[in-house]
């Protein structure tokens, strides 16, 4: 990553990034015509350039007359990167407190291709995601204006498809890339295939995630894998349990003990949906041995529920009354015949990311007996039935948002304490208070007006894994953390 500073600008929030892939070179004698470079380029649109060393190398070949001259200067700007890695970030000097950073990203291919980024930043359609190409070369550049402590992961689609003036996202999901040019990886380690990790950036004064990094140091906990048929679900799907390290011991006393009046020692636990996601991309089991080894939360269980499907993840987590009776009466029972886990709802965590907060918020609102706290990331408290894009059926625009929030509203209180968190990225754009940041403020709004024990947190950054895998701990510590700072 290439970081330059100070560059008098005035500041507008807002977004850019340059990110850069790798396609092969163009020379000279493979350019139709370079004089449109010169002749298209003016001071006015040099001075449109937020990127301070975009500007000088776009400026720099664009006074060059010889084509060598020019062709050196590409090929030294594409080794500079390839050294020192991008994207380029560059901060602004300006008389705002808060510190902004313009971040260019770059992508290397001739005129024949139309990169894209593919990013947790809330856009309004291709034209916020879309690269510009400069003229004659095989360069394209992104640049997004971001705040100091900004994290995000990203990855860029070297050929978007565009209809009607929308890119078809399913394309651009299997399409994308990670950055090569980036030094900064984060492997998913459920699409091992060539370029499927994701390039990040995590600008100057990004939020520590101590516990995300394996620590050869520490005992380890296991993983273990059931095939669960169920009857009140009417499925088949994956459940991951992640036990600490010392639970076989703990699950022996357990059996041997379980008709005796002995004390067993039965072990705090957290429901999360979206198993395959806190697994690989979160890193759920680094997590919990490097938490459980610090000291700052107890030895507890982890049930980590998968998504058959698609189409049963948008149906079973939407505030689903089925799904959700089946989680209370049938699943939380067969995780107890299995495991030595507590039956005190203060011990017991529910929640996930996006859809999983919404469904954590809503057992706990439909069960209070069995969870007592709910764990949610970017809970997606924006759904109602009418509003929700995979019922199209049932689609009405007009319609009022926040389902859940208004059963809060209409519920007497309930012995239930909540995390709550939400990236500042993850807005509304147009301005009708549903995105989820928004509904999130919201949501915490009406349980603190209802006395409900909240703890609610911004970061800086999106709708990514990226980010959740830190606040993870920082939901873990309040709700059940041995010695609380953050409560």
Not at 352 to 362: F, I, K, T, V
């Amino acid at each position: 990553m290439i970081i330059v500073c100070k560059i008098r600008h005035q500041v507008i929030l807002g977004v850019v990034v340059l990110f850069v892939g790798i396609m092969p070179s163009v020379t000279g004698a493979q350019m139709a015509s370079r004089s449109s470079l010169s002749s298209s380029s003016s001071s006015s649109s040099f001075a449109e350039i937020k990127s301070e060393k975009m500007r000088h190398v776009i400026e720099s070949i664009s006074s060059e007359k010889s084509y060598s001259s020019r062709d050196s200067i590409i090929a030294s700007f594409w080794k500079e990167l390839e050294t020192d890695g991008s994207p380029i970030v560059e901060r602004i000097d300006s008389d705002n407190s808060t510190k902004f950073y313009n971040v260019t990203f770059v992508w290397r291919g001739d005129s024949t291709y139309n990169p894209h980024m593919w990013w947790p930043i809330r856009d309004e359609g291709p034209k916020d995601t879309e690269f510009v190409h400069v003229p004659d070369t095989d360069i394209w550049y992104k640049t997004v204006t971001l705040p100091a402590g900004a994290r995000i992961s990203y990855q860029i689609v070297p050929n978007t498809l565009v209809v009607d003036g929308k890119a078809v996202r399913r394309k651009m999901l299997t399409d994308a890339k990670g950055d090569p040019l980036n030094k900064n990886r984060w492997m998913d380690s459920s699409r091992i295939k060539e370029g499927s990790y994701y390039s990040t950036v995590e600008l100057p004064g990004a939020t520590p995630q101590p516990y995300v990094r394996t620590d050869s140091s520490v005992f380890v906990g296991q993983l273990t894998t059931h095939n669960y048929k169920s009857k009140a679900w009417k499925n088949t799907r994956r459940i991951t349990v992640y036990a600490p390290h010392g639970y076989e011991s703990a699950k022996s006393d357990s059996r041997m003990n379980r008709d005796d009046s002995v004390d067993v020692k039965k072990y705090p636990v957290l429901v999360l949906f979206d198993e395959d996601f806190y697994i690989y991309r979160a890193g759920i089991k680094t997590i919990m041995d490097n938490m459980i080894a610090a000291r700052v939360i107890p030895p507890m269980i982890v049930v980590l529920i998968a998504n058959p499907s698609a189409a049963s993840r948008a149906a079973e987590l939407t505030c689903n009354p089925d799904f959700t009776e089946g989680l209370a009466k049938e699943f939380m029972p067969w995780v107890r015949d299995n495991y030595p886990i507590t039956d005190d709802p203060d011990k017991t965590l529910i929640g996930g990311a996006s859809y999983g907060g919404l469904a954590g918020a809503y057992a706990a609102l439909k069960y209070p007996a069995v969870f007592g706290k709910v764990l949610s990331q970017s809970g997606s408290f924006w759904w109602s039935p009418t509003r929700n894009i995979h019922t199209p059926e049932l689609y009405n625009e007009f319609s009022e948002s926040e389902w859940l929030i208004k059963e809060y509203v209409k519920s007497p209180k309930k012995p239930i304490e909540f995390y709550l968190d939400a990236g500042i990225f993850e807005i509304s754009l147009t301005n009708d208070g549903g995105g989820i940041l928004d509904t999130n403020r919201h949501m915490r709004d009406v349980l603190q007006a209802k006395g409900y024990k909240v703890t609610h947190k911004e970061f800086i950054g999106g709708h990514d894994f990226f980010s959740w895998r830190g606040t993870l701990s920082d939901g873990l510590i309040v709700l059940l953390g041995v010695d609380s700072g953050l409560k």
